[in-house]
């Protein structure tokens, strides 16, 4: 089985084919934005479970809690947004996984540091390098951190510099809050690649222009 097209858009500016990618392709190319599942292990075990009660679907969040949806549950697999997929294997706590176009794959990267997209109990994830932390998830979710740093800095109608994007979870928060433009700048191009898949990164070809984004 195999992902087809409308799994992935492209940001503006890239040149990559706005059709099928090949496999593996976002982690080339951070400027492709994922809309396949991202499974964790409470909800590949919720599907697994189901298909084992002989239930014919599945209803969940697939997208790290962005939304709910039924998933079809068939002998060979299971079939979201009108694709199909084979039944994940075993799969790891506090790990994020993504259909890479062969399989569920980790959404972690090494180059010299070890960088991962990691769940959350308040659903946005926080991600690490070499094991640490990013982003406060200890008493409050990761994007409502960055709404109240937002709400320092009042955006509503500002243009503004934003540095170390990461997530982009501030930018996306300075967007809710009527910001005219935010200029986003991530150095890291891993985390790039880790925003491309995360659902609760803002996409900067939905914003109306009001977000840039640049790896610098």
Same mark, same amino acid.
């Given at each position: 089985?195999?992902?087809?097209? %409308?799994?992935?858009?492209?940001? +503006?500016?890239?040149?990559?084919?706005?059709?099928?990618?090949? $496999? *593996? #392709? !976002? @982690?080339?190319?951070?400027?492709?934005?994922?809309? %396949?599942?991202?499974?964790?292990? +409470?909800?590949?075990?919720?599907?697994?479970?189901?298909?084992? $009660? *002989? #239930? !014919? @679907?599945?209803?969940?969040?697939?997208?790290?809690?962005?939304?709910?949806?039924?998933?079809?549950?068939?002998?060979?697999?299971?079939?979201?947004?009108?694709?199909?997929? !084979?039944?994940?294997?075993?799969?790891?706590?506090?790990?994020?996984?993504?259909?890479?176009?062969?399989?569920?794959?980790?959404?972690?990267?090494?180059?010299?540091?070890?960088?991962?997209?990691?769940?959350?109990?308040?659903?946005?994830?926080?991600?690490?390098?070499?094991?640490?932390?990013?982003?406060?998830?200890?008493?409050?979710?990761?994007?409502?951190?960055?709404?109240?740093?937002?709400?320092?800095?009042?955006?509503?109608?500002?243009?503004?510099?934003?540095?170390?994007?990461?997530?982009?979870?501030?930018?996306?928060?300075?967007?809710?809050?009527?910001?005219?433009?935010?200029?986003?700048?991530?150095?890291?191009?891993?985390?790039?690649?880790?925003?491309?898949?995360?659902?609760?990164?803002?996409?900067?070809?939905?914003?109306?222009?009001?977000?840039?984004?640049?790896?610098?």
């Amino acid at each position: 089985p195999a992902i087809g097209p %409308g799994a992935f858009s492209q940001l +503006p500016g890239s040149r990559a084919s706005p059709c099928k990618p090949r $496999a *593996g #392709e !976002p @982690a080339d190319n951070p400027r492709m934005r994922y809309h %396949g599942p991202l499974l964790t292990k +409470p909800a590949a075990d919720g599907l697994l479970a189901a298909r084992d $009660a *002989g #239930e !014919p @679907a599945w209803s969940g969040s697939l997208d790290l809690g962005r939304s709910s949806a039924a998933a079809a549950l068939l002998a060979d697999g299971w079939e979201w947004r009108g694709q199909h997929y !084979p039944y994940p294997g075993t799969l790891k706590e506090r790990t994020i996984y993504w259909w890479d176009g062969d399989g569920f794959a980790a959404v972690s990267r090494y180059a010299g540091s070890l960088i991962k997209l990691v769940p959350t109990e308040w659903d946005a994830p926080t991600f690490e390098i070499d094991g640490i932390k990013m982003l406060p998830t200890s008493k409050e979710s990761p994007v409502d951190d960055a709404r109240r740093k937002v709400a320092l800095v009042q955006p509503a109608g500002k243009h503004l510099l934003d540095t170390c994007g990461g997530l982009g979870y501030f930018a996306a928060c300075c967007l809710d809050a009527g910001v005219a433009s935010i200029q986003s700048f991530e150095k890291n191009e891993d985390v790039l690649w880790l925003r491309a898949l995360n659902p609760w990164s803002p996409d900067p070809a939905t914003s109306g222009g009001r977000l840039q984004l640049a790896h610098a």
